[in-house]
């Protein structure tokens, strides 16, 4: 399996894995944001990994907009709104999917490189 199908991969788990556990939790509590917020920052532990998802979602928007505008990425859209609507763990593997895809794009051939000359 190559780089990118890997990426497209992990993008799928990472929805599937978060919505696994808030699912379940919508049907038990309703799409309740207070009691959401008040549960993940319950203790220190869920403190730590709500600021820790929240400052690398910071950082990846910033990475999804600099690193995609400079490869000329299309669909940046499609991260933000998988890290809007899901978290770090689809958006992040979605845009080094679609970075990959650039990446391929863009890439010259070495054999046709040398045939030129």
């Known amino acids: ?3 990118k199908n890997v ?15 808030l699912i379940p939790w ?7 944001l207070g009691l959401l917020v ?6 220190r532990i869920g403190g730590f ?3 820790d998802v929240l400052v690398s ?3 990846l928007v910033g990475f999804v907009r600099t690193e995609g505008s400079r490869l000329g990425v299309r669909q940046l859209w499609l991260p933000i709104l998988g890290l809007l609507t899901v978290g ?9 999917y679609l970075r990959e895809g650039a ?4 890439a010259a051939p070495t054999n046709l490189s040398r045939c030129s000359r």
Not at 38 to 43: D, G, S
């Open 1 to 3: 399996m190559n780089r």
């Open 7 to 21: 990426y497209l991969f992990l993008s799928v788990l990472g929805i599937v894995l978060p919505y696994s556990q």
């Open 26 to 32: 919508l049907l038990e509590n309703g799409p309740n």
């Open 38 to 43: 008040r549960q993940l920052f319950a203790n």
């Open 49 to 51: 990994f709500g600021l």
């Open 57 to 59: 979602s910071v950082v």
């Open 88 to 96: 770090v763990s689809c958006a992040l593997p979605l845009f080094l």
């Open 103 to 106: 990446l391929e794009g863009t």
